[in-house]
């Protein structure tokens, strides 16, 4: 099965652990090539694009969220050479981070440890999605990165991203039903093949994998 997404849509991933969701984003940036059929950007396909082009058109969000040694204004600027203060702080707002940031001492200016061991699982993959936010990318891929956040700040960030992204297309990778129901269409991988594609109504309506899903995640919600 193919599909196809475009400028301005939100494409939901979800699938069982080890469905293959992040193997067949991680397809679009060329971390990978594919074995067997095409993977397109704006009619062109990835292989014969030059790959730092490429790369520079994604913003690529995976689950870990890599910061390095430096500060955070460091981490957030590692997006180019021509990040301005302004972006970076616009940045920070859209990915919910600007709290806690404030509330380190010195802000943008406070250290950040290799790997991001001095900040949580949740602050760290908040900062990487404003450092992909800077790019200003013509397509946005969140592999797993809202795994480590709470209900609400899931949320906020998603409702925050509509704006900031509406001009590029986003496919986001969740474990979570709840970060992709609002989604203009919800692909169902199972044993790395497209069970099927639609809204999250649709779904509910008649795909039993989905629906077993959503199950399983309101009963841990009502325990």
Not at 26 to 32: A, M
Not at 138 to 165: M, N, V
Request: overall charge negative; proline content about 1%.
């Amino acid at each position: 099965m193919n599909f196809t997404t475009h400028a301005g849509q939100m494409l939901g991933i979800i699938g069982s652990t080890g469905s293959g969701k992040s193997t067949l984003v991680q397809l679009i940036p060329r971390l990978y090539d594919v074995t067997g059929g095409s993977i397109s950007l704006d009619g062109i396909d990835v292989r014969d694009m030059n790959l730092s082009e490429l790369r520079r058109r994604i913003g690529y969000i995976p689950q870990q969220g890599r910061l390095f040694s430096g500060t955070v204004e460091s981490n957030l600027k590692f997006a180019g050479d021509m990040v301005s203060d302004d972006d970076m702080r616009q940045a920070a707002r859209i990915s919910q981070a600007e709290d806690f940031i404030a509330e380190r001492e010195g802000g943008y200016d406070s250290p950040i440890s290799q790997g991001g061991s001095n900040v949580s699982g949740g602050q760290r993959q908040r900062l990487a999605i404003a450092r992909a936010l800077m790019k200003h990318a013509d397509l946005y891929i969140f592999d797993d990165s809202f795994s480590a956040l709470d209900f609400k700040t899931d949320a906020a960030l998603r409702h925050a991203l509509q704006d900031e992204t509406c001009d590029a297309a986003v496919l986001i990778i969740a474990q979570r039903i709840s970060s992709v129901q609002s989604a203009d269409r919800i692909l169902v991988l199972d044993d790395g093949h497209i069970s099927d594609i639609g809204t999250h109504d649709e779904l509910m309506a008649r795909n039993e994998i989905y629906q077993e899903i959503y199950q399983s995640q309101q009963e841990g919600v009502q325990e």
